[in-house]
């Protein structure tokens, strides 16, 4: 890809640090801490801080602040931290190849680079899945989005995508999906789940009378109607009675898959989650690589999600804030230990 | 964004309809010396049959021998080979192969190499299943032999038209917006149409001669203006399903199905922007406008990929699309020249347009040297490259002073979403800047940008990614 570059310029370091999310800036400052200074945390977004920056509420912190904050209040905490350290974060620098042996390609305003790191850590994250990858059918109309790009728009830009939406899904995103409505103003018409019970035992059970919106179990969206803007959708219930809401957009909720095709185009090998393989210790099939945070199916077997996940309804890959808090301060730990 | 239309125009040539037939026929009449307008209902070009192809440049190794269509393809893929470096155009040297899976696809082998040699296509090739999977080792094993067609590529089907529009505008061509024609009469020497544009104002476009590529709406355009048409279209919708980055390099052909009397089937084929597509399918429906897509295609040409690269079932979903052919109730194109009333249509242009657009323009311009109308070529005509979003080719994020990637998975900068909102043809829409940009074509879909690109638009486009502002 970058045989057509302007590079020659080349640099350096002992661990290098994709995403400058929770878990990424939990690694750097356990590195920091125990001594190692030659670290670079890289960000491709404009500023630090990963989704929490546009997670405009609670509760997130509790583990690392024993305070109960907001996303945005908890992001700008760990940046602190990390900057009072002196950790160097780069920010509007995407990875765009992870080479053999720590040979990172980046792309920069100011032209690419090729950074060398004796370890790198991944920590690129995990998103929802788009309508598009879900096969759903019907108009490929405005007003259809996650819940990730919803509260990037009221969060950081103060802007709505739509006033009456059909949510889909009950994960705990879904939750937040739901509390982010309420204070943009926006007011959902119905959640809908396709299976009889909500994926979360709560607060989603409970929620949706409070936002006083229907909560449509056993329901999929069998059509989404709409010429240029989402106008209704139709939903089906499992004896396949079909009835029609209007509405001006759906939102898509939770089925997060791994922020990894980053990965998949490297020498790097994924498992069948999508995530890059790991070893007990988080390397990779290149001992030069780890990986932590929610890039990797953190297990749900122990418990840690289950308080909120009914039995054996948890889905894939999405672990809350300060599980990769504690993830990334573990596997900082596992390359210091390799150095 | 209001219409740009000034109340009066008055041209030699109109071409209604910015698809790329209309892209193409503005182009070459332009080069040719004429004056054109180009009108266009939408508000950017390429709203209807060419929102969604399969990006194939086809040598017509398999079109219906001794037909207008063949000629216009053959043409139509040598001006491309011609011109697409000076227009910055890119070209993905794939090559096809048409892989039997069966034995009685097998015995077809021989009426399709016949059927090549008379389309002057002469160098394909028997390959045996050894052959074949040393080339496609990805294919599944059941495949049993193939025919490779070698000059078959594959092409970016968006920016091909605008670089024939923007060439066409920056010689002296006007285009015309959001503004589409109604009716129409001709006074022996000049038409006079009438048009509706979105703010209502009512336009009038005289011209010597009209050229109807209104695709889709073709057969109405010629009710319409004429009172009659010679052909119905039946629209014939095509879905496909585009899979992440990384199956690009599972499959190096466009690996080709045997077709059959109704169906030229469904392909899988790499894209120039460095996916693998599978598709389309082909269903007849009463819209033309209706480029929806449903659960159970879907689902039939994700299974029918696996089931021929199982290597895939690796690899994520991005995207789905569809487009609607301007079918009508024959096969081959519906051109007529209506000598008599200063009239060309160019109908039922159905699954070869992208390809055979500039042939079909020659074909055009020989309409008219046959009646005795020439104009003054230009001689030294502008050439005007189009910005490169092949994934192949450099692009955009590997200079520096981009400022800002603002899609992540397609890397596009906010440099290049800035010049296409500016440039010779601005993007008229959110879907005009996707395809000049491939900004949320990718695998998240917008789940990252498309706040900033809400921001970054506002107040651009008559219709935007959000609808107002917080309650706060
Ligand atoms: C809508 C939503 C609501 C949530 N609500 C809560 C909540 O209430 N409480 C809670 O505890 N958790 C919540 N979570 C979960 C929480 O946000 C995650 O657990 C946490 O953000 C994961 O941290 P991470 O560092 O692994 O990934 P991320 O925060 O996703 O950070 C990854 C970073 O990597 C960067 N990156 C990716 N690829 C590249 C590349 N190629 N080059 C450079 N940089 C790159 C990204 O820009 C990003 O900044 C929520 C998540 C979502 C989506
Ligand atoms: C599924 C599929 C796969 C294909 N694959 C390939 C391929 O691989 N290779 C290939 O070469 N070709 C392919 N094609 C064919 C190609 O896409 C079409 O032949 C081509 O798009 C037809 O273009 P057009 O300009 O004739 O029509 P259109 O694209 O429909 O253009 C007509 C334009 O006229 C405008 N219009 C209509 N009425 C009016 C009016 N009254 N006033 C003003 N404007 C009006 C419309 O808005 C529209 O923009 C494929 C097509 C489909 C659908």
């Known amino acids: ?339 | 964004m209001t219409s740009k239309a000034p109340p009066i125009i008055d041209v030699d040539i109109a071409v209604i309809g910015g698809g790329i037939v209309g892209c193409a026929v503005a182009r070459r009449m332009t080069l040719e010396g004429a004056s054109v307008v180009l009108v266009e209902k939408s508000a950017d070009i390429l709203a209807g049959a060419s929102k969604g192809n399969s990006a194939i440049l086809h040598t017509g190794f398999d079109a219906p021998n001794d037909s207008l269509e063949h000629e216009c393809i053959q043409n139509g893929y040598n001006e491309y080979l011609e011109i697409h470096e000076s227009l910055n155009l890119p070209l993905l040297k794939t090559g096809a192969l048409l892989v039997a899976w069966t034995e009685s696809e097998e015995e077809q082998f021989s009426k399709i190499l016949k059927k090549a040699q008379h389309n002057k296509v002469n160098d394909l090739q028997l390959l045996s299943k050894k052959e074949l999977l040393q080339r496609e080792p990805n294919l599944a094993n059941s495949a049993r032999a193939a025919i490779e067609v070698p000059r078959e590529y594959v092409i970016d089907p968006w920016s091909a038209p605008l670089a024939y529009l923007s060439q066409a505008v920056v010689n002296g061509c006007q285009t015309t917006f959001s503004t589409e024609v109604t009716g129409g009469d001709f006074d022996g020497e000049r038409w006079t149409l009438q048009t509706n544009t979105l703010d209502n104002k009512k336009g009038i476009i005289k011209a010597k001669h009209v050229i109807n590529s209104a695709g889709l709406y073709g057969d109405i355009l010629d009710q319409d203006v004429l009172g009659e048409s010679e052909f119905t279209i039946k629209p014939r919708k095509g879905e496909f399903v585009v899979f992440d980055k990384p199956a690009h390099a599972l499959v190096k052909n466009i690996i080709l199905p045997i077709p059959t009397e109704i169906t030229k089937g469904v392909v899988i084929f790499p894209t120039i922007f460095g996916n693998l597509a599978v598709g389309p399918t082909a269903d007849e429906q009463e819209g033309r406008s209706d480029a929806s897509v449903d659960q159970k295609n879907l689902e039939m040409l994700y299974d029918l990929a696996i089931e021929k690269v199982p290597a895939l079932k690796n690899v994520r979903v991005n995207a789905t699309y569809a487009g609607i052919r301007p079918a009508t109730e024959k096969s081959e194109y519906r051109v007529r020249h209506l000598n008599e009333k200063n009239w060309i249509t160019l109908g039922g242009i159905r699954s070869t347009g992208l390809t055979a657009s500039l042939g079909i323009a020659q074909h055009v311009q020989k309409l008219f040297a046959e009646q005795g109308i020439t104009f003054n070529r230009l001689s030294t005509p502008l050439a005007h490259p189009v910005p490169n979003i092949a994934e192949h080719l450099p692009r955009d994020w590997q200079k520096s002073g981009y400022e800002e990637i603002v899609c992540h998975c397609e890397l596009a900068t906010k440099r290049e979403i800035i010049a296409a909102l500016n440039s010779t043809l601005p993007a008229g829409n959110l879907s005009g800047l996707k395809r000049r940009t491939r900004v949320t074509m990718g695998r998240c879909q917008g789940f990252y940008c498309s706040a900033r690109l809400d921001e970054l638009t506002e107040d651009k486009f008559v219709d935007s990614i959000s609808v107002g502002n917080t309650d706060e």
């Not at chain 1, 994250?125 to 788009?130: D, K, Q």
Request: charged share 20%.
């Open chain 1, 1 to 339: 890809m970058n045989k057509h570059s302007e590079n020659n310029n080349t640099d350096s370091c002992d661990v290098a640090i994709i995403g400058a999310g929770p878990t990424g800036l939990s690694a750097a400052i356990t590195l920091k801490e125990a001594g190692l200074h030659n670290i670079i945390v890289i960000e491709r977004e404009a500023e630090a801080g990963g989704v929490p920056r546009h997670c405009g509420h609670p509760p997130f912190g509790f583990k690392e602040y024993k305070k109960i904050l907001t996303g945005p209040q908890y992001a700008k905490k760990n940046i602190e931290r990390a900057l009072k350290l002196g950790i160097k974060i780069q920010c509007k620098t995407t990875v765009t190849k992870l080479g053999e042996n720590g040979e990172l390609s980046l792309a920069t305003p100011e032209g690419l680079k090729t950074l060398n790191a004796k370890k790198v850590l991944i920590a690129t994250g995990t998103r929802e899945t788009p309508r598009s990858a879900q096969f759903v059918t019907g108009d490929r109309a405005l007003g259809i989005c996650n819940t990730g790009a919803l509260q990037a728009m009221v969060y950081l830009k103060g802007k709505i995508p739509f006033k009456r939406p059909v949510i889909v899904g009950t994960e705990i995103v879904s939750f937040s999906a739901l509390l982010t409505c309420r204070k943009a103003g926006i007011k959902p018409v119905a959640m809908i789940e396709e299976n009889d019970k909500p994926s979360v035992r709560w607060p989603i059970h409970y929620s949706h009378y409070l936002f006083a919106s229907k909560l449509l179990l056993g329901n999929k969206i069998n059509k989404v109607i709409g010429d240029k803007r989402v106008n209704a959708v139709e939903v089906i219930n499992k004896n396949g009675d079909i009835s029609t809401l209007e509405c001006d957009g759906i939102l898509f909720t939770g089925k997060f898959t791994p922020e990894s095709s980053l990965v998949q185009m490297s020498h790097l090998t994924i498992d069948e989650n999508f995530s890059p393989t790991v070893n007990a210790l988080g390397q990779c099939s290149d001992p030069s690589y780890y990986a932590a945070g929610n890039l990797i199916q953190l297990s749900n077997e122990e418990g840690r999600n289950n308080i909120f996940y009914a039995k054996g309804n948890a889905p894939q890959a999405v672990n809350v804030s300060g599980l990769c808090w504690e993830h990334g301060r573990d596997i900082a730990n596992n390359i210091l230990k390799s150095l």
